[in-house]
């Protein structure tokens, strides 16, 4: 057992409590400057930020009537409901293709056979309300070719979706005609339907909020949305990656001076519980929303929510950061390499304040009440928003933050010193890195910090660590830590040697501690560590993908691995990443690899193997053919006829389980057959093809895409191996 700080008898300990009344700390009363509020769109819709769910992001254009009124039912059962979120937002692909006779909007009666008029009653039966989609152009968005959009209809359709009793229009601005491409035009567009909208509402009664989507294609400046539309998009689309989030973070927070009620900046729909992002990230993406005061459109299949979902988006402690009825969007009051520190005023005087670690490593990040702009107080009770803590700090709040993470929490300014409750103390380790060494000891430093007015007491740290690590001690004791004081102590940390490819290893520190009239209390530090483990000759790497993402490969022996994306490997997608051996397979040879699991967000993903002249030059390297499996138990041949470096042509198989299963390329010229086999030896042929291109030796190698360019999927491979014949 190690003592953080030495026990120094009751005298000491009640000379702290004594003086806990005098302890008092000079606190500039700095206050966050708040802007005058833009001029706003006066209709009162959106008092506070709208909160509810949109299909796009989980279900693309496969919205339905039946996916509508089962989300409507899931949301109440969920909890959803009673925690704020209300508007059920059908996107694109609703319509039919083209307007009836009267140059009406149509629902396709394929998807809606009720109607939206009964859909919109059904939703509202449940205590909820209705929202669709639509656009300020000739066509809607939608890849598939596009539906009707509302150019020159704004008066018809309006008074058609109020008529449905619809509650909310999210408004694009795709298929605009060559001369409207420009921002006046952009705003005009905005401006018709906003005032079609009025119309529509005084003839019907029928509000609708609205949503404006233009996401500055055509240079509108962000301030022009305020007095148009109740919320406006401020940046593209969003995307479940978190370096897609940062980006969009990056440029919503800029922009508080435009927000306030009835007027909301947004910066998209919410990805959380859609899989490209760790629960970690997710939190993030939450608190970031909430304390910038963006609207809260949940994007994933709330029907079959896991409980990390279901418990993030119902947190209330965080949504009512966001819905706070002051309107104000948090700031930024310290921004230094990725460590933020935001503020946000609340109705009551409180401060919502948000700590965010934007970077790859762990950060300690601090404040001060002054700093986030509360006047000085004598102490300062600290609400943590995901842990649901209350402890006190007397002016300054500290955090270690693992990467990628954030902490957010509610401060209060008390008049007198909360004797009752805990101190705010943080729990750091100094030292634990990705580049940690294997088998020897590593010496990481666990850090406490006291905040607060009163002393910790009677601190228990426990570490823990995968199998096979070993962590010298594991358990250390705090008699007392002092007000405003730290201590560290040395920790022997051993690595074991890795036993996969680009292991993932979780390390973890908790803390339970006490105040003197208050009970137990914790307070914890994870980080996750993950460790190279290079691709070494004769093999290469090489990565075709969208660079918001991030790819990875691993060798460790025979066993290999490959984190990346890629929208597919069909066609004109060629994007994917690989571990390859250059001109490997000569005219007549095979390539056979073992995929042992693959790690998928989309079932599409495909991983396997691939031949081509150079793999390098993904969208025109002639040769092209792939030999994959996906997890939605297929295995699928595909080839490049013409050598244009596309695959055009393709044969697939079904099966049982689609891993660990082994794939073999036999080449014969310019004919290749492609088998697999579930247990090394018994093998069954997929196809055969003839790829007249393929006239020498050619890159071979593992590959995988993810069958989505935002998100990185990871597959991981047994063995590869080339012959010759």
């Not at 704020?84 to 009836?100: I, V």
């Not at 539906?147 to 909310?168: C, K, N, V």
Request: aromatic share 8%; proline share 6%; net charge negative.
């Amino acid at each position: 057992m190690i003592r953080l700080v030495r026990r120094h008898g009751a005298k000491r300990l009640i000379g702290l409590l004594s003086s806990l009344a005098l302890l008092v700390g000079a606190v500039p009363a700095v206050l966050v400057a708040a802007a005058a509020p833009a001029t706003a769109l006066d209709n009162g819709l959106a008092p506070i930020p709208p909160m509810g769910w949109n299909d796009w992001n989980a279900f693309g254009c496969s919205v339905d009537e039946q996916l509508v009124e089962q989300t409507a039912d899931a949301f109440v059962t969920s909890g959803l409901r009673d925690a704020g979120y209300k508007y059920l937002n059908m996107d694109d692909c609703w319509a039919l293709p083209t307007r009836d006779a009267d140059g009406n909007l149509v629902a396709n009666p394929a998807k809606f056979p009720s109607g939206i008029a009964a859909l919109a009653d059904y939703v509202h039966a449940r205590g909820l309300k209705l929202g669709i989609y639509e656009d300020s152009g000739i066509k809607t968005c939608s890849s598939s070719g596009g539906f009707p959009g509302s150019l020159g209809h704004e008066d018809q359709d309006a008074m058609l979706f109020t008529r449905w009793h619809i509650d909310y229009l999210k408004y694009d601005d795709c298929n605009v005609p060559a001369d409207g491409q420009n921002s006046d035009a952009s705003i005009a567009r905005y401006h018709t339907m906003r005032d079609a909208l009025a119309k529509a509402t005084a003839a019907t009664g029928q509000n609708i909020v609205f949503s404006i989507c233009e996401k500055g294609d055509f240079g509108v400046p962000n301030s022009a949305w305020p007095s148009i539309g109740n919320l406006w998009r401020t940046t593209g689309d969003i995307h479940d990656n978190y370096s897609k989030l940062i980006g969009i973070f990056h440029q919503n927070v800029t922009l508080a001076d435009l927000a306030g009620p009835n007027h909301w900046n947004d910066p998209d729909m919410l990805e959380i519980g859609n899989g490209g992002m760790t629960d970690v990230e997710y939190r993030t993406h939450f608190a970031l929303w909430a304390e910038m005061a963006a609207p809260l459109i949940a994007g994933t299949d709330v029907r079959n929510m896991s409980s990390a979902t279901r418990s993030m988006l119902t947190n209330r402690d965080v949504i009512a950061v966001d819905q706070d009825p002051l309107g104000a969007q948090g700031r930024p009051v310290a921004s230094s390499d990725g460590h933020w520190v935001l503020s946000k005023p609340l109705a009551n005087g409180d401060r919502a304040v948000t700590l965010f670690n934007e970077t790859g490593a762990p950060a300690t990040i601090s404040t001060t009440a002054a700093q986030v702009g509360l006047p000085w107080a004598v102490d300062y009770q600290v609400r943590d928003l995901w842990a649901h803590d209350v402890t006190e700090s007397a002016g300054t709040i500290t955090v270690t933050l693992p990467a990628h993470a954030s902490a957010i929490y509610r401060l209060t300014p008390l008049h007198r010193v909360a004797v009752t409750t805990p101190p705010h103390v943080d729990l750091g380790l100094d030292g634990l890195g990705d580049d940690i060494a294997t088998g020897t000891p590593t010496t990481v430093t666990a850090t406490v910090v006291n905040d607060g007015r009163l002393p910790l007491l009677g601190g228990h740290v426990k570490l823990q660590a995968p199998a096979g690590w070993t962590v010298q001690p594991s358990t250390l004791r705090i008699a007392v830590l002092a007000p405003g004081k730290t201590e560290k102590i040395p920790v022997k940390v051993i690595a074991p040697p890795p036993t996969r490819p680009l292991p993932e290893d979780t390390l973890s520190a908790a803390l339970d501690y006490a105040a003197p009239f208050r009970s137990a209390v914790s307070t914890s530090f994870v980080q996750t560590l993950h460790r190279p483990t290079p691709v070494l000759a004769p093999y290469r790497t090489f990565a075709a993908v969208d660079n918001s993402t991030d790819p990875r490969f691993g060798q460790l022996g025979d066993a290999f691995a490959v984190i990346a994306a890629g929208s597919d490997v069909s066609g004109t997608n060629n994007q994917y990443g690989t571990i390859y051996q250059p001109e490997a397979l000569s005219t007549s040879g095979s390539v056979t690899t073992q995929v042992t699991a693959q790690h998928v967000l989309n079932t599409g993903m495909k991983s396997g193997l691939m031949v081509r002249r150079d793999v390098t030059q993904a969208n025109t390297s002639p040769g092209y053919v792939t030999l994959e499996v996906t997890p939605s138990n297929r295995v699928q041949m595909q080839w490049d006829t013409d050598g244009n470096g596309q695959l055009d042509a393709s044969a697939s198989v079904s099966l049982t389980g689609s891993t660990p299963i082994w794939l073999r390329l036999v080449r014969d010229g310019t004919t290749f057959t492609g088998s697999y086999s579930t247990d090394g030896n018994t093998w069954t042929t997929v196809s055969s093809a003839t790829v007249s291109t393929a006239t020498g030796a050619e890159d071979a190698g593992m590959f995988t895409a993810s069958h989505n360019k935002y998100d990185d999927a990871r597959a991981d491979f047994g063995s590869f191996s080339v012959a010759s014949s």
